[in-house]
């Protein structure tokens, strides 16, 4: 005869095996059966019921003190097990307060697996759905679109019927909020480009060549580039979890039945922010890079004023431009696609976090492509 | 299933103020509730009824007072005390709050996965037949997304009852749901109560639910800041002499203030 006990002692269920006289196999159970206690009896009692397949098997509760839902469970298992013909398993002893509860459970009817296998889904039908999806979401991209554009229209048309209050709420949180991190972020995007030009150029003693370098790349390229990025983590996040929200909340719907165009209302807002902070930030980045540059060569021997005469002498206004042009097209693309993958939001806990990812990972693919066309434009147009 | 015998409470709270920000909600709350009993807290809207709830489950934290679960103090405990307090209770919450990313019978089989040692078979069996007892075992592969409220309700309460703890909280059963999906919620508040001993803490006002299943109830009001009632509901209803309770129990509108 084996005995397995649970801890802890006060909480023992306890399981013993043997054998009756008419040549049963006989499974006492005994002390508290619930779901904390019953792992390792539950395990040894389904393994003796499996090894006794051509025997019949009785199940003994008489000894047990305590039975909940798991207890039940466990019995309930131990009944459904497949049996012989000749191989009946019977249960005696349960207290009637716990068979109340057994009895609300048909043995046979928990046959089956409890879960359904996944569809299999094949590749050929996968793939047109994932086609299909890419169609919807092409159509969506323009849909929305036009519905900015049109909003747009009507705003620049109508400035009386835009929600300035928004706008400005909105200029404060993509702009002046992101102050500090564009400061940081461009500083040391100044400093790292001169310390890491600076170190080789030295050997040629071409260290005053390192204004022109970070200038260039600087107020050319980077300045925006990279503040257009930092926004898209920020205030394009931002912007889809704030209308993901508002979606799941059904606000979206409220406003649409009150007849007011959710594009107008929350799109053009964010969007009219954005144009008019992405570029303010942008110059102010193109400043603290071109600095930071300064400041490093500092420790090369290259005096400030030496360093921004060179700066002054190789940037001129056609490459300010250059970039500059390109800020407001990535504004709207870091509030558009914010405001889209919003708009795209899905039911569930998910949902919002699911639509801040793509905007942030999508803001940022479509603002490096877009920036190399422009890259490709300047080189035809020899800007 | 809760081991306090019949005649012991299992749910005592003793001198609770409860409040935010310094505003006292509610004051001097002293009430228990006897083992097995449909215990409803009922009271209009604002009165405080779901904060009340949430001081008892522990989730909010009493300016003043205790909550004995089991004669255990929640607002004390801490640590492994506080988790062996908690799985003695279920909570349904009025949304359902079932996880979204999960379907029925993973969400009813989370609080087995962390709570007991028992194998895969064993874990899923316990999660159906706890979906077989509110009537979802066909629906143990879907999603909650998929469910209509009523059935996420008594999904909810499957999955409170997965560690079999002998008291469950339910935050507005009947709220969201139609005549029929309501009562039937009752009845199976009911059945359980019957076949299982459970001990339901009950927040509603629904009058309906409150004859159908209240053995006992107390009556908050935002007025006294506390419990003005307390009994079975149907004598309250008829004798009690306080116009307030009175009001609620008739369905009368507050009077109008006349503009001067």
Known sequence: ?383 | MTDAPASQPVVRVEGLVAGYDGNVLLQNINFSVNRGEVFVILGGSGCGKSTLLKHMIGLYEPMAGHVFIDGNDIVTAEGDARRAILTKIGVMYQSGALFGSMTLLENVRLPLEEYTGLDEEAMNLIARMKLKLVGLEASCGRMPSELSGGMQKRAAIARAMALDPGILFLDEPSAGLDPITSAELDALILRLSRSLHITFVIVTHELQSIYAISDRVIMLDKRAKGIIAEGDPKVLRDTSDNPWVRQFFRREAEPETEAA
Not at chain 1, 67 to 95: E, F, N, S
């Open chain 1, 1 to 383: 005869m084996s005995t397995v006990a649970t801890e802890p002692a006060a909480r023992a269920a306890g399981l013993a095996l043997g054998d009756a006289p008419d040549g049963s196999r006989v499974l006492s159970l005994s002390g508290r059966l619930d779901s904390y206690s019953i792992a390792a009896v539950w395990r040894e009692a389904r393994a003796a019921v499996a090894s006794a397949s051509n025997r019949r098997v009785l199940i003994d509760a008489t000894a047990v003190d305590y039975c909940d839902g798991g207890g039940i469970a466990m019995i309930v298992d131990l009944l459904r097990q497949p049996r012989g013909a000749d191989a009946a398993i019977t249960l005696r002893g349960l207290k009637p307060e716990f068979k109340t509860l057994l009895d609300q459970f048909d043995p046979r009817t928990f046959e089956a697996p409890a879960a359904s296998p996944a569809p299999q889904t094949r590749t050929v039908e996968e793939l047109g759905r994932a086609t299909a999806q890419l169609f919807r979401d092409m159509r969506t991209q323009v849909a929305f679109v036009g519905e900015t554009s049109s909003a747009l229209w009507y705003a620049f048309t109508n400035p009386s019927r835009v929600r300035w209050k928004d706008v400005w709420y909105e200029c404060e949180q993509v702009g002046a909020n992101a102050l500090p991190i564009v400061t940081l972020i461009s500083f040391l995007l100044g400093v790292i480009l001169a310390f890491q030009a600076a170190v080789p150029m030295r050997q040629f003693g071409a260290e005053i060549f390192v204004a022109d370098l970070v200038g260039l790349a600087i107020i050319r390229e980077l300045g925006g580039l990279m503040t257009a990025i930092l926004l898209a983590g920020r205030s394009g996040a931002a912007f889809a979890a704030e209308i993901g929200t508002m979606k799941v909340n059904e606000e979206l719907n409220a406003l649409t039945t009150m007849g007011l165009d959710p594009v107008r209302f929350l799109v053009v807002t964010r969007m009219i922010a954005a144009i008019l902070m992405v570029p303010l930030l942008s110059l102010y980045a193109n400043l603290v890079g071109v600095l930071a540059g300064g400041l490093t060569m500092l420790s090369f021997n290259i005096p400030l004023v030496t360093y921004l005469k060179e700066v002054d002498s190789i940037v001129d206004l056609k490459d300010l431009l250059a970039g500059m042009v390109k800020t407001p097209v990535f504004a709207v693309l870091i509030a558009g696609i914010g405001c889209l993958r919003g708009l795209q939001t899905q039911t569930g806990a998910s949902g919002v976090g699911i639509s801040a990812t793509r905007a942030v990972v999508s803001g940022i693919v479509l603002l490096v492509a877009v920036d190399g066309i422009f890259a490709v434009i300047y080189y035809i147009l020899d800007i």
